[in-house]
Nanobody, 122 residues
């Protein structure tokens, strides 16, 4: 069983940066880690994924070049560095742990955090 807790969200102006953290209660070294987001009235969408080793990363086209996902298995943590933020990045951001299945599909993830709000003002 893995419990995930996100932190680092907040209010930032467009063009600014935030770093989200995801702390796990158990070992996550066997899991791929993903970040998803959900804006009001919209479906949850894939943002980024990092493989269990950290050797492979994948991003949604909308964040590619602006966001960076990373992980530290020794600390049982994952991170999402978000730069050049835009108002359309406003959403609740969730981290999740995946053992198998497609990395961009929310249904592939077995464990989820409670989410952290990111608000980008124009």
């Amino acid at each position: 069983q893995v419990q995930l807790v996100e932190s680092g969200g907040g209010l930032v102006q467009a063009g600014g940066s935030l770093r989200l953290s995801c702390a796990a209660s158990g070992r996550i070294s066997s899991y791929g880690m993903g970040w998803f987001r959900q804006a009001p009235g919209k479906e949850r969408e894939f943002v980024a994924h990092i493989s269990w080793s950290g050797g492979s990363t994948y991003y949604a086209d909308s964040v590619k070049g602006r966001f960076t996902i990373s992980r530290d298995n020794a600390k049982n943590a994952a991170y999402l560095q978000m730069n050049t933020l835009r108002p359309e990045d406003t959403a609740v951001y969730y981290c999740a742990a995946r053992y198998s299945g497609t990395y961009y599909s929310a249904s592939s993830y077995a464990y989820w955090g409670q989410g952290t709000q990111v608000t980008v003002s124009s």
